[in-house]
């Protein structure tokens, strides 16, 4: 994967190049629990459901929304997923840093294979919106993993703040 922050990807085209950013936001998200304990990633720090395994798990959720969802036209029950947004950000207690990481992992195979001979011009079958262009997809994508990427960074920073108090 080139660098976003190197000249090389200057020379991609632009689905491409929106597909380096995308995964640098997925491997952000998935390295945010790196060195914490359950115990820190399961921290309620605000009043939403958001905690950092939460989002996490959330990022799973949207990958299967976009790639599964999205990308073949079955429901969400049929792919064994949340009905809700808000729902996938609750946490059982058989999650676990490794458990959420592990399915955040397959469910980044699971897009990549729906991605798979795609172009930005290609047409997912869609979702609740109907018929979506691969290129919207992957656009929202890379806005709503940059949105959760920030709310990990600042929730990562609190955590390891409270260890030095």
């Known amino acids: 994967m080139p660098n976003p922050d190197s000249h090389d990807i200057y020379q991609l085209d632009y689905d491409d190049m929106v597909q380096v950013f995308i995964d640098q936001?997925?491997?952000?998200?998935?390295?945010?629990?790196?060195?914490?304990?359950?115990?820190?990633?399961r921290a309620s720090l605000v009043r939403s459901k958001t905690t950092l395994l939460?989002?996490?798990?959330?990022?799973t959720f949207v990958e299967r929304v976009w790639f599964g969802e999205a990308a073949t036209?079955?429901?969400?029950?049929?792919?064994g997923?949340?009905?809700?947004?808000?729902?996938?950000?609750?946490?059982?207690?058989?999650?676990?840093?490794e458990t959420v990481q592990r399915d955040y992992t397959r469910a980044l195979e699971e897009s990549r294979q729906?991605?798979?001979?795609?172009?930005?011009d290609d047409i997912f079958p869609g979702n609740r919106r109907g018929p979506l262009p691969v290129r919207w997809v992957l656009l929202h994508m890379l806005?709503?993993?940059?949105?959760?990427?920030g709310h990990a960074d600042i929730l990562r920073e609190q955590i390891l703040a409270s260890r030095k108090q």
């Open 25 to 41: 936001h997925r491997l952000m998200l998935m390295t945010c629990l790196d060195g914490l304990t359950e115990g820190e990633a």
């Open 54 to 59: 939460g989002l996490v798990k959330h990022a």
């Open 73 to 79: 036209g079955k429901s969400r029950s049929e792919l």
């Open 81 to 97: 997923i949340a009905a809700t947004p808000d729902e996938s950000f609750a946490l059982k207690t058989s999650d676990t840093i």
């Open 114 to 120: 729906a991605l798979s001979g795609k172009s930005g």
């Open 143 to 149: 806005r709503e993993l940059a949105q959760h990427c």
